[in-house]
């Protein structure tokens, strides 16, 4: 089974603060995904990477970067957390060709004080 | 901006009903669609995929997908309590490489 885990499953952090999620895959997938959910705004793509070092901007960059130093590693990062920003936070990958079916990880439910 | 559309509900489905749900697409050049299902406080987790026109089958499941129409939809037979979830349909255009676009999510109900 395709397992991706994320750094944690709540973070509270306050405004202005440097925020890291972490989220890793176990099955050798290329691409790797971040999205933000929001109730009635569905999912929202962040970035994405389909390499390490690779990156493309999402639907809703502005805020965030993000990191692809290994493979199965992909890491977003608020540079300066603000309350806009509170949102569940969800990490997802796939191959790069074939069924390019996502599976999600548990999702980070950040809160920005 | 390529469009995914779904009816937000809730959809009140008796339990053993068909539930019924439908998404819209904007991109006429998407070639991958998927179902997920989504519980609450949850991620979601992948139901199925659908890449031809017709019919695609899986347990109570079953994926329809109509290319010349833009639509594709979920049939969920014998309906179950624990069917109870906010289904999302995503989509992926000709030339994404593996981006998603998801709708927003049908919720649904189940009564006993």
């Known amino acids: 089974d395709v397992k991706v885990t994320q750094s944690s499953r709540y973070l509270v952090k306050r405004t202005g603060e440097k925020v890291f999620l972490e989220c890793v895959q176990d099955m050798d997938h290329e691409n790797m995904f971040w999205y933000r959910q929001d109730p009635g705004l569905g999912l929202r793509l962040i970035y994405f990477?389909?390499?390490?070092?690779?990156?493309e901007k999402g639907d809703i960059p502005e805020g965030y970067s993000v990191s692809r130093e290994k493979k199965e590693r992909f890491s977003l990062i608020l540079e300066s957390a603000s309350t806009n920003q509170t949102s569940m936070y969800l990490c997802?990958?796939?191959?790069?060709?074939?069924?390019?079916?996502?599976?999600f990880g548990p999702g980070t439910r950040l809160t920005v004080t | 901006q390529k469009e995914v559309e779904q009816n937000s509900g809730p959809l009140s489905v008796p339990e053993g009903a068909i539930a019924s749900l439908n998404c819209t697409y904007s991109?006429?050049?998407?070639?991958?669609f998927f179902w997920y299902r989504q519980y609450s406080g949850k991620s979601p987790e992948l139901i199925m995929f659908?890449?031809?026109?017709g019919d695609k089958e899986d347990g109570r499941f079953t994926a329809q997908l109509n290319k010349a129409s833009q639509y594709v939809s979920l049939l969920i037979r014998d309906s179950q309590p624990s069917d109870s979830a906010t289904y999302l349909c995503a989509v992926m255009g000709e030339t994404n490489w593996g981006k998603l676009q998801f709708g927003a999510g049908t919720q649904v109900v189940v009564t006993p």
């Open positions: 659908i890449y031809s026109n």
């Open positions: 991109d006429r050049g998407s070639q991958s």
């Open positions: 990477s389909y390499d390490v070092k690779m990156k």
């Open positions: 997802a990958s796939s191959l790069f060709r074939g069924n390019y079916e996502q599976y």
